[in-house]
């Protein structure tokens, strides 16, 4: 299942949890729960960190971290919303770990059951994660519906201010944070971005022409597309409040300016 610099890993993060009297488990999560683990995953490490040493330990988690092997980087995960992630590269050879710091009492919201690798105590770990509170993992179809049409706004105001870039990203962003998601979500699967979205029947075929490079006429090629499959996506599962004037407000504005 793991490679040998992943299982190395893996080796030394489990020898240091069981030598930290701080830390009462260590769980997996990510692709090692969810499946489609392989060569070129990530260890998403979960540490579970008694409550009275949790602000000392994750005050220190870069040292933690350097104590694990050859720290090539690693920093915090602020810009995911979560100060207690640590994102690290060890190596050579590269590997990309996750350590993130929490008590066992935050654990719930978890949008999967993590796995146990190790517990000081493995039986009341395998209860507390049996009995976690998890968040759903999909978006309803008003959360897309009330943030498609700004988005989808903010990138035609790129695209004809001839900011190609900004245009480029902004359309990545709403392939990302919508597209996908909603092309998993549409066939009963578990929304993870764009992740492993090659595999899913249809999408490949359904995402390629909302992709453009860097040209002007491209670029408003793949906007039409990327309107035109939100609206596919969102006819299979309508919101119940439609924004208003939506689509044709936003395709009349681009008109205009094209």
Not at 99 to 119: I, N, Q, S, Y
Request: net charge neutral.
């Amino acid at each position: 299942m793991f490679s040998d610099p992943q299982r190395a890993a893996l080796d030394r993060t489990l020898a240091a949890c069981r030598g930290d009297a701080r830390i009462e488990a260590l769980l997996g999560a990510g692709s090692l729960v969810t499946g489609g683990f392989d060569a070129q995953s990530d260890l998403d490490f979960v540490v579970v960190v008694r409550a009275d040493s949790h602000a000392a330990l994750l005050g220190g988690a870069k040292a933690f971290a350097a104590g694990l092997g050859p720290l090539v980087s690693a920093f915090t995960g602020e810009h995911v919303g979560e100060p207690r992630l640590l994102i690290c590269l060890y190596g050579p050879p590269l590997v990309h770990v996750d350590l993130k710091f929490v008590t066992a009492a935050d654990l719930d919201g978890a949008m999967e059951r993590p796995r146990v690798l190790w517990a000081r105590d493995p039986a009341a770990m395998e209860r507390r994660v049996a009995t976690l509170s998890l968040k759903p993992g999909n978006h309803e179809a008003q959360w897309f519906e009330d943030r498609a049409w700004m988005w989808l706004h903010y990138s035609a105001t790129k695209l004809l201010r001839g900011e190609l870039f900004e245009a480029l990203a902004a359309l990545d962003f709403f392939r990302e944070m919508v597209l996908g998601p909603m092309l998993r979500r549409n066939a009963g699967e578990r929304a993870r971005g764009l992740r492993r979205i090659e595999g899913l029947a249809g999408a490949r075929d359904k995402l390629v022409p909302t992709v453009a490079g860097y040209d002007r006429a491209a670029l408003e090629r793949a906007w039409r597309a990327t309107v035109a499959l939100y609206l596919e996506l969102r006819a299979g599962d309508p919101p119940p409040l439609p924004a208003a004037h939506m689509p044709q407000a936003l395709l009349d504005f681009i008109d205009r300016g094209a």
